[in-house]
């Protein structure tokens, strides 16, 4: 069975920082593309990082410079850095294989709440 267990999330202040664990199970990890998506309410989910199974990286314009997406092969895990929160970056975060699609099973998410 399919498994993405997102956590680390919280409330920060703009400016602040967080990490972003996604724990995955159920498919091949080490050779699957990985991403980090985020939804705010009333808006649609968009992918904000992208690591290749090689460690290639892509970001969205709007996270770049101050979001890091890497992994970590032996423990089916990806992971964001988030530095220089700013209060639109607050959003349920997910993370997925195969970006920009995602597989159609998604977890709970975490949520990242930046405040003013």
């Known amino acids: 069975q399919v498994q993405l267990v997102e956590s680390g999330g919280g409330l920060v202040q703009t400016g602040g920082s967080l990490r972003l664990s996604c724990a995955a199970s159920?498919?091949?990890?080490?050779?699957?593309?990985m991403g980090w998506y985020r939804q705010a309410p009333g808006k649609q989910r968009e992918l904000v990082a992208a690591i290749t199974r090689r460690g290639d990286t892509n970001y969205s314009d709007f996270v770049k410079g101050r979001f890091t997406i890497s992994r970590d092969n032996a423990k089916n895990a990806v992971y964001l850095q988030m530095n220089s929160l700013k209060p639109e970056d607050t959003a349920v975060y997910y993370c997925n294989s195969d970006p920009p699609r995602g597989m159609g099973y998604w977890g709970k998410g975490t949520l990242v709440t930046v405040s003013s």
């Open positions: 159920g498919f091949i990890f080490s050779i699957s593309a």
